[in-house]
């Protein structure tokens, strides 16, 4: 649930945001039976908090009916729920369940690129590159290193002058101190 509120949102308020949520919502069955406008209340510091209200509620039912109301640890089951899409499905698989999978936001896209390990711009054709330039192992570690990479030094104006690998970057528009 948290990796559907996150969804263009701020860490730092999905932390907020399910701090109370979670001691609410123990179940799937919790959030099927939550009223929709007191879930939408109580996500609204996400943004968008009608749809991911709707999504929320949806996956928790499709937990239910299709799972035992048990979150399933495989792709294809995942994306099968309601407001989870491969990325969600990928953070979940590694972080709950540690199967390696490769999530690809907007932060790995473009430190993927920066970095020269695509040339892509389609999420799932990133998310190939990816997979058959790293091992396996590494593949949610790396996935989680190129997003706090991208959120922290290699953003949309990149932080070139602060970067620990700027002599391994083939990026050609780096910028100055």
């Known amino acids: 649930m948290a990796t559907i509120l996150a969804a263009q949102a701020q860490d730092e308020r999905i932390n907020e945001v399910t701090a109370t949520l979670f001691e ?10 939550a009223k929709p406008a007191t879930l939408e209340r ?11 209200a709707k999504a929320i509620q949806g996956a928790a039912q499709g937990i239910l ?18 407001g989870v899409g491969r990325k969600t ?5 590694g972080a709950a369940f540690g199967v390696p999978a490769i999530a690809v936001d907007r932060h790995v896209a473009r430190v993927a690129q920066r970095l020269g390990l695509t040339r892509s711009s389609d999420p799932d054709r990133i998310e190939e590159d990816l997979r058959a330039r ?23 104006t990149p932080l070139c002058p602060e970067c620990p690998v700027i002599k391994l970057c083939p990026y050609p528009r780096k910028t100055r101190a």
């Open 134 to 156: 790293l091992p396996k192992a590494e593949w949610v570690k790396a996935t989680w290193t190129l997003i706090l990479h991208g959120r922290r030094i290699c953003r949309p």
């Open 24 to 33: 609410t919502y123990r179940t799937p069955a919790d959030y099927v039976r």
């Open 89 to 93: 499905a990928s953070v979940v698989l």
């Open 42 to 52: 109580e996500i609204k510091a996400t943004g968008f908090f009608r749809q991911k």
């Open 65 to 82: 009916d299709e799972f035992g109301g048990e979150v399933p640890g495989d792709m294809e089951s995942l994306v099968r729920l309601r």
